[in-house]
């Protein structure tokens, strides 16, 4: 059985990390630089990171490796880094997870290659296959306990990446962003990710959502993807608030206390694993661990009650509420 | 495929019926029927500016109004782009002979420091779509590099885009180099991406901020608009 499912089946929920890219910033990476090279040039500062989440009280970290594809890596020129980049990211995690005397899991990031799949775009479904492969081996390599995919927006790019999980006999979660009026970017709802999932053929350990919008609207497609009653643990990792404009400086408008509120509230809704995303600091970790011992579990909050609490959604509808759009009428044709 | 969809002759629509089947088949994204619909109206002595206009902007439009409203995504509204592209092949170079006006060109690029050019992409793809002619820098721009593309491309609009809220600022940088060597009006400016919001484009000075591909094109087109009449 692997790390992840084992601390599944001991605990009633999980505190996964927050932030990557924003923390390296903060720790002096250049606007511009691939964050993936960090792992070979400052290891130091890659450790510092995984063990500010550790510290924090996280179950469960990702690896500096979300850009690790040759697709990403290749815009850094450092295509043919991908097995050493990857294979290092996970090498630290691994060092500082069996360092910390508690279990952690190390997750391998996995991001989106940042192409559009075919037919729309240009990546073929077997180039996908082979790139996302490529970094799980790295990963796994290096001694990550499972490869987790992340941001994702189209179930075509989410199937390929599974299918490269299987290819290497991986355990693996997966997530997508709900950006777009609730849905991905590639117009996929809430409930039809959980249709997609269940199709796999290799069944991830746990799925869910991260990044996205706000808190709020991260609840609100935790509670769609909920209302499907899927069979595996499902992830919350959403954004400490949205990003705010303030005398020449951004910063994330979601407070540690507002963190520890949507902690709990993901719970309510249902959510196994949950974690920050962008903006979300040590700090933020800190009060969501305490929320989670804390508070007992309650009932899932209604739209309303989230809004209060969180703010509002940026949408009014997702797409889960049946409420079916205004299709247009076409004049001979479909 | 339904036997009303084989039954459907384009050639023996109508001019106003081709026109509006034409606008169906870019929200379907269907390129083949595009295309040939082009070349229909070419042959009954259709102006290419008219066909471009009334047919494939018009066609374009609507497919940017149901994006902007989330009945329609990306995958589709890139699908009805290409279509959209397939039929400017065609009317590209009778354009440009007949020196009808353009609609205006647009250099593009991800700031200085960003590395995340989904967006814009989509963006380049749909303002393309849309007739605009696009000069795409690619990721990680610094106010040099659009600074020369604008000059060397003689463009209209300068798009500049970004995904991380630490790169975002660098706009502003641009923005103000322009206004210091006194080019700012020359062009429009306009800013997206993800963490971006209209506050923001102001506090910076842009023209505008397009929160999606859809919303720049339609803001591009209104400031061409505008910059046209007051010509």
């Known amino acids: 059985m692997d790390a992840l499912t084992k601390l599944l089946s001991e605990r009633d929920w999980l505190l996964a990390d927050g932030a990557t890219g924003t923390s390296l910033f903060a720790m002096g990476l250049e606007a511009g630089e691939a964050p993936e090279l960090w792992n070979v040039d400052q290891p130091a500062k890659i450790r510092a990171l995984y063990d500010g989440a550790i510290n924090a009280g996280s179950d469960i970290f990702l690896t500096n490796s979300f850009g690790g594809t040759a697709a990403r890596l290749k815009l850094h020129n450092a295509q043919d880094r991908v097995r050493e980049l990857n294979r290092v990211a996970a090498e630290i995690g691994r060092e500082a997870a069996d360092a910390s005397g508690r279990t952690i899991i190390v997750a391998g990031s996995v991001g989106p290659t940042g192409d559009i799949m075919e037919p729309v775009g240009d990546l073929s479904h077997a180039r996908a296959v082979e790139m996302f492969e490529e970094q799980a081996v790295g990963l796994m390599e290096g001694g990550a306990d499972v490869l987790w995919v992340e941001t994702i927006s189209a179930p075509e790019e989410f199937r390929a990446a599974a299918e490269a999980f299987n290819n290497i006999n991986a355990p693996w979660c997966g997530t997508m962003s709900f950006d777009t009026a609730g849905r991905t970017m590639m117009g996929l709802t809430s409930t039809a990710m959980v249709d997609m999932v269940a199709e796999i053929p290799n069944q991830p350990i746990a799925f869910g959502a991260n990044c996205g919008v706000g808190a709020a609207d991260i609840l609100r497609t935790v509670l769609g993807i909920c209302k499907k009653n899927p069979s ?65 579990l309650g009932s899932a909050p209604t739209l309303a009650e989230i809004e209060a609490v969180l703010g509002g959604f940026s949408s009014e509808d997702d797409g889960t509420t049946g409420k079916a759009p205004p299709v247009r009428i076409r004049r001979r044709r479909k | 495929m339904s036997d009303e969809e084989d039954d459907l002759i384009l050639s023996e629509l109508s001019d106003d019926e081709l026109v509006l089947q034409m606008h169906d088949d870019l929200y379907d994204g269907m390129a083949e029927e595009i295309t040939e619909a082009v070349n229909i109206l070419l042959a009954r ?33 890139l699908l009805a782009a290409g279509a959209m592209k397939g039929g400017m092949k065609i009317l590209k170079p009778l354009l440009i002979e007949s020196g009808a006006p353009q609609l ?16 814009k ?9 849309a007739g605009f002619e696009v000069v795409d820098l690619g990721i990680n721009n610094p106010v040099e590099d659009y600074l020369a593309a604008l000059k060397a491309e003689k463009a209209d609009i300068l798009g500049m885009s970004a995904l991380l809220t630490t790169t975002m600022t660098y706009m502003k940088i641009v923005i103000d180099t322009m206004v210091a060597e006194g080019i700012r009006d020359d062009y429009i400016v306009l800013v997206g991406g993800a963490p971006l ?26 400031y061409m608009d505008r910059k046209h009449n007051q010509l």
């Open chain 2, 121 to 129: 992409n989509l963006v380049a793809m749909m303002m393309e779509g």
């Open chain 2, 45 to 77: 002595k259709w102006l290419p500016y008219d066909v471009l206009t009334k047919a494939l902007v018009e066609g374009m439009r609507i497919v940017g109004i149901d994006f902007r409203d989330g009945i329609l995504f990306v995958p589709e509204v």
């Open chain 2, 197 to 222: 919001n209209e506050e923001f484009g102001k506090a910076i000075g842009a023209d505008a901020y397009c929160r999606d591909a859809a919303v720049a094109v339609e803001t591009a087109k209104e």
């Open chain 2, 104 to 119: 205006g060109k647009m250099v593009i690029g991800t700031v200085k420091g960003d590395i995340h050019d989904i967006g």
């Open chain 1, 232 to 296: 595996l643990p499902v992830i919350a990792k959403g954004n400490a608030g949205i990003p705010k404009y303030v005398d020449g400086h951004i910063h994330y408008d979601g407070t540690p206390d507002l963190m520890a509120k949507y902690a709990v509230m993901a719970r309510n809704c249902g959510a196994k694993i949950i974690g920050g995303c962008c903006g979300t600091k040590p700090e933020h970790l800190i009060k969501m661990r305490e929320a989670l011992e804390n508070m007992p």
